[in-house]
């Protein structure tokens, strides 16, 4: 899911020009927030179903559901903060963060990080959680939490390389069916 279009014309010159650009970093508008809601709400219905956590069918609507639960304000939702990512200025990804207490300590939620493609393996990501450890500093908040799939070994790695440690692992085994059935099934 990428929050604003890939570049195009002008957008597309900017991206080209980019290649010794460097990163920056925004407030998310209206605009852009709500290309991103429409692109966010498939985008974590699908990621759900291939995690195994939801099924297909009624993930979409749960995705709204949970959107709508978490952002019933949309940008101006109390505690939750979007940014762009840029890259030499044009837009080149996303961040998604939000107040958190855990242990009764408060500190910020990055419920989702993501850039675009023809902006990866630039150091974006690590850029951006570079952005929220300086804002949470900033605030006087005590930490910085996310959630990553098992799957995506590629974000886990970067998120241990920026001192994030495990705190909880959710595991599970998909079974396959025994031939003639389970004794006492039949």
Not at 40 to 62: H, I, K, N, T
Not at 124 to 134: E, S
Not at 144 to 167: C, K, S
Request: aromatic content about 8%.
């Amino acid at each position: 899911m990428s929050p604003v279009p890939e570049p195009t014309g002008a957008g597309l010159a900017a991206a080209a020009a980019a290649e010794a650009g460097s990163p920056g970093w925004r407030s998310m508008l209206p605009a852009e927030f709500s290309a991103w809601r429409a692109e966010a709400v498939p985008g974590y219905a699908a990621s759900q179903v291939a995690a195994g956590r939801w099924a297909a069918e009624g993930a979409l609507d749960e995705s709204e559901r949970e959107h709508q639960r978490l952002l019933p304000q949309g940008l101006q939702t109390p505690g939750h903060a979007f940014f762009v990512m840029t890259w030499a200025g044009a837009p080149a990804g996303h961040c998604w963060v939000a107040d958190q207490v855990q242990a009764g300590q408060p500190g910020l939620y990055i419920y989702g990080i993501e850039v675009l493609p023809w902006a990866r393996r630039r150091g974006l990501a690590r850029y951006a959680l570079a952005q929220v450890d300086a804002l949470a500093r900033e605030r006087g908040l005590a930490h910085v939490g996310l959630h990553v799939f098992g799957n995506n070994a590629g974000a886990r790695a970067l998120y241990r390389e920026a001192g994030f440690d495990e705190v909880s692992v959710v595991m599970r085994k998909t079974l396959q069916p025994v031939p003639g059935g389970l004794p006492g099934q039949g």
